[in-house]
């Protein structure tokens, strides 16, 4: 099996592809028409980005059957393309988490406590003592997270760490699961803005999500409090944003932006580059070594299963969430198998799961599991699903589409 690399990769992902037997061709620095048309002098059969776009005219005339997003986003993948040639898509999800929230937390302490004036006042000879010595804290505020999946689910032990407080708006976070959570939860995103001091933005852009933070959101803020997006630029409202924080009423710490450079360096001229309430990092956000290493062997598994199987985890050009009519809720042990157990009686009945949430909580001896799905399991089902002795509850509910 050909595999074409075209960005760069960890040794430890080359290294595990090799073992496998692939012929992997390496070439990181591919891109545009130069990317198609070694896709085209390769015939690769799968194809390995990571901030590489992938447009439709790349595709023209590949053999490929699998592109991989070596990370959780995919939106520099022309996914609509792929799937009217048959390529299958897939991402490495949940494998940055940890580094994506170290980071939302680093920008947090860095705009509180102001860290980048200070190294920048330290190093150009000038002691500020009196001007620096403001800080509000952390301990005692409300994090106001915006998703609920795995990098939202990573702040919450680190909130409660420096003693905030937590709550979020989720499409699928039922009050039961925020309660067992230990976090609030929010009907709308602006009630998520007025209660919290700060907000930190963690989902998929999808078109739901493109553009749902605006006007209405940064005016829900409060006074003085803080906008953390290391998520995707395009789930906000570019103008909206920098109209807050050039008023001068919010802060906001950002990893991503509108129309950054697709490279690892390049000139950036946004308009928020200049905005003094703003503290900027690289998209550096899953850009640890530990992730990175995470994200690579992650992909070196989905290559071995469609190797193997012909069929990918991870694919993401299936049918949307939009047409789940059912949310199921299942509690259970933290255990091995047990989500197996689950969807192998789903796959009995046909029923296809549209978006899958799986929670820990705290000591990871239980978590809740909420699976959206296109039709109602049957009575049957349920009976068969709860007979695995790690498995305490398990409920089924029409999804409701208000908000």
Known sequence: MKVLVADKFEAIGLDGLKQMGA???????????????????????VLIV?????????????SLGLIIRAGAGYNTIDVKAASTKGILV??????????????????????????????????????????YSKGRGLHGRMLGLIGMGNISQEMIPRAKAFGM????????????????????????????????????????????????IGKEFFDAMKDGATFLNTSRAEVVDQGALLEAVS?????AGLDVFEGEPAGGTGAYDGPLKDCPNVYCTHHIGASTLQAQEAVALETVRIVK??????????VVNVR????????????HADRVGVL????????????????????????????????????????????????????????????????
């Open 247 to 251: 008023s001068g009423r919010i802060f």
């Open 90 to 131: 897939s991402n490495c999800p949940g494998k940055n988490g940890k580094a994506v929230a170290e980071l939302a937390f680093g920008l947090m302490l860095a705009i509180d406590r102001r860290i980048p004036d200070n190294v920048a006042d330290i190093h150009a000879g000038k002691w500020n003592k009196k001007e």
């Open 320 to 331: 949307g969430s939009d047409t789940a009519e059912f949310l199921m809720v299942v509690r």
């Open 50 to 62: 990571r901030s590489t776009k992938v447009t439709a005219d790349m595709l023209e005339g590949a």
């Open 23 to 45: 012929d992997v061709v390496y070439e990181p620095d591919l891109v545009d028409a130069a990317l198609g048309a070694r896709l085209r002098e390769t015939k690769a059969v």
């Open 305 to 314: 299963e469609y190797k193997l199987t012909g069929v990918a985890p991870n």
């Open 165 to 212: 407080y937590v709550n979020c708006f989720s499409r699928w976070m039922l009050p039961d699961v925020a309660a067992a959570l230990g976090i609030g939860r929010s009907e709308t995103l602006e009630d998520v803005a007025r209660q919290s001091d700060v907000v930190s933005v963690h989902v998929a852009l999808t078109p739901e999500t493109r553009g749902m």
């Open 340 to 403: 197996a157990h689950i969807l192998e009686q789903l796959r009995h009945e046909h029923i296809n799961i549209q978006e899958m949430e799986n929670i820990v909580l705290g000591g990871s001896q239980a978590a809740i599991a909420q699976m959206s799905m296109d039709k109602e399991p049957s009575a049957d089902c349920l009976h068969n699903i709860k007979l695995n002795a790690a498995i305490f509850d398990a409920q089924v509910m029409p999804i409701h589409r208000d908000h």
